[in-house]
């Protein structure tokens, strides 16, 4: 049997123990093939963490973002690959960022590089949890506001009412988010002695054309 259908039946075959361990034996040069055995639910754990450390970073996103593998497996893999990421050239951080796990994209949240945010915020898997753990975060958020404000983030309700709340967010993105507060947000950012004139004049503007407008 050809390393093309030993890869089909690990993706498609409930195989046994036995039958994994013989592929394992038979097949242990061939990286697609280990690559499928890492990923296998019943493959054992301690011969899938020894083949995590021959895969490329790229194919362990895919073992992290495999609900099929077992758990354990996949949360070795994130710990493997985060342990190789600072390592990266940017162009290839930027290419495992928008296709990482929201797990991934989650113990990220230190990441500054404009471009590297960018990819986070614009993954299909980011949540709003994970955008959330940005605005929170201690240290400077400038470069994570420019990349937010290239976004539809700030639509979302909750991450504008953390953004309001937030005393370093810059006028731009306070008045990208006044339409997406409600009225108690308003009124509260409003009333904030350290918001900016020009923000209150837009709020005011704002709810005056709400109320004109029926």
């Known amino acids: 049997m050809g390393n093309l259908d030993?890869?089909?039946?690990?993706q498609r075959s409930a195989l046994s123990l036995e039958e994994l361990e013989e592929i394992?034996?038979?097949?242990?040069?061939d990286y697609?093939?280990?690559?499928?055995?890492?990923?296998?639910?019943?493959f054992p754990q301690g011969l899938a963490l020894g083949i995590l450390s021959k895969l490329f970073a790229v194919d362990l996103v895919r073992v992290i973002k495999n609900v099929r593998t077992n758990p354990f497996v996949r949360k070795k893999a994130e710990l493997e690959f985060l342990q190789r990421y600072r390592r990266l050239a940017l162009g290839e951080k930027i290419s495992l960022l928008k296709m990482a796990s929201n797990s991934l994209l989650l113990a990220l949240i230190d990441e500054d590089h404009p471009r590297l945010l960018q990819a986070i915020l614009q993954n299909p898997s980011c949540s709003e949890e994970v955008v959330l753990r940005f605005v929170n975060r201690s240290?400077?958020?400038s470069h994570f506001y420019q990349a937010l404000a290239e976004t539809a983030w700030f639509r979302s309700?909750?991450?504008?009412?953390a953004v309001a709340h937030d005393p370093e967010a810059p006028?731009?993105?306070l008045l990208e988010i006044i339409p997406h507060l409600g009225l108690a947000g308003l009124?509260?950012?409003?009333?904030?002695?350290?918001?900016?004139?020009?923000?209150?004049?837009?709020?005011?503007?704002?709810i005056e054309n709400r109320e004109a407008g029926g």
């Open 6 to 10: 030993v890869i089909r039946q690990l």
């Open 24 to 29: 394992h034996r038979r097949y242990k040069d």
């Open 32 to 42: 697609r093939v280990l690559l499928g055995l890492a990923q296998h639910p019943r």
């Open 139 to 141: 240290h400077d958020r």
């Open 157 to 161: 309700p909750t991450v504008a009412e």
């Open 171 to 173: 006028i731009r993105i």
């Open 187 to 206: 009124q509260k950012l409003f009333r904030n002695d350290s918001t900016h004139q020009a923000v209150r004049d837009h709020i005011r503007s704002y």
